[in-house]
């Protein structure tokens, strides 16, 4: 039984300690304290999510989306006036400086997801935070062919921010913390709008949002995965009820419908009668 609840705290021990040595790294290599207080905050939050999930306490997901989520758009975005939208990122990378958003992409959205997969869609993304808080947790229909939208939103931020650089704007910064606010209140309105259109809370995430297209290739090479035990699973289908992205977690070969939308939200996990996921 000690073994055994041991083994509930070894994920959150590994989690953490993936985020200190980023944290570490990054304040030595870049000689800038703030990199030791961010990836710390940010780890010892997933890290307390983690332990009050392997406690069984039903608010433990929404409560690191709260706790890194506001700390992004607030404090990062709000008060330190950052882009970490997709545009920040392109204006970093045109820039040619290893900063902010391209740090925030590379660890979280480009390079960290062949590790914990969607992880970020589920536990740090602000605004599915806000989403999340909509009444339509369970898609109650079969998934529309609107996922071509995400690619239209990708390339027209790229396509904003190269005019910008090509048009040597002035004042980039300014524009980039403008950009930021407007780009959040475009993504909220079309997230709810998108959400009581289709009865689907996660709507937004499923057709429009553009870091999809970094997040869902690199997603199927995830190290962490929802796996079935078959010798368990009793095909009840509660798991993919439940499922807010639509995923088959009884199925797992990397190619399962939906593989690389899930968030790790851990519902099918909750719901399984047999503990078989």
């Known amino acids: 039984m000690k073994q055994r609840n041991r083994k509930k705290y070894v994920l959150p021990a590994v989690m953490l300690a993936v985020f200190e040595g980023v944290a570490v790294t990054l304040w030595l290599t870049k000689e800038n304290l703030f990199y030791l207080f961010n990836f710390s905050y940010i ?15 039903k608010h433990a997901r ?5 706790l890194v989520g506001l700390y992004m758009l607030v404090y990062l ?3 330190c006036r950052e882009n970490m939208q997709i545009e920040g990122f392109w204006y970093y990378l045109f820039t040619g400086v290893f900063e902010a958003a391209t740090i925030h992409y590379a660890v979280a959205k480009i390079f960290g997801p062949l590790f914990f997969g969607r992880g970020w869609c589920g536990y ?7 989403l999340d808080f909509l009444p339509f ?3 109650n229909h079969n998934r529309r062919p609107l996922g071509w939208l995400r690619y239209v939103t990708f390339a027209a931020s790229l396509v904003f921010v190269a005019a910008l650089f090509l048009a040597q704007a002035a004042n ?12 959040n209140v475009f993504y909220y309105a ?5 959400a009581i259109v289709f009865k689907d809370n996660r709507a937004f995430c499923k057709y429009l949002c553009p870091i999809t297209v970094f997040l869902k290739p690199m997603s199927y090479f995830s190290l962490f995965r929802v796996k079935c035990d078959k010798s368990r699973c009793v095909s009840c289908g509660k798991c993919r009820s439940v499922c807010p992205m639509d995923v088959d977690v009884t199925d797992n070969s990397r190619k399962r419908k939906n593989g690389t939308e899930c968030i790790l939200c851990m519902e ?9 996921l």
């Open 172 to 183: 980039m910064e300014r524009i980039m913390f403008w950009a930021f606010i407007i780009g």
């Open 62 to 66: 929404r409560i690191v989306q709260l």
């Open 268 to 276: 099918c996990a909750k719901s399984c009668p047999k503990k078989a």
């Open 190 to 194: 079309a997230g709810i709008t998108l």
């Open 43 to 57: 780890g010892v939050s997933i890290t307390l999510g983690l332990i009050l999930f392997a406690r069984n306490y």
């Open 77 to 79: 975005g709000l008060i």
């Open 124 to 130: 740090a993304c602000w605004t599915a935070m806000v």
């Open 137 to 139: 947790k369970v898609p």
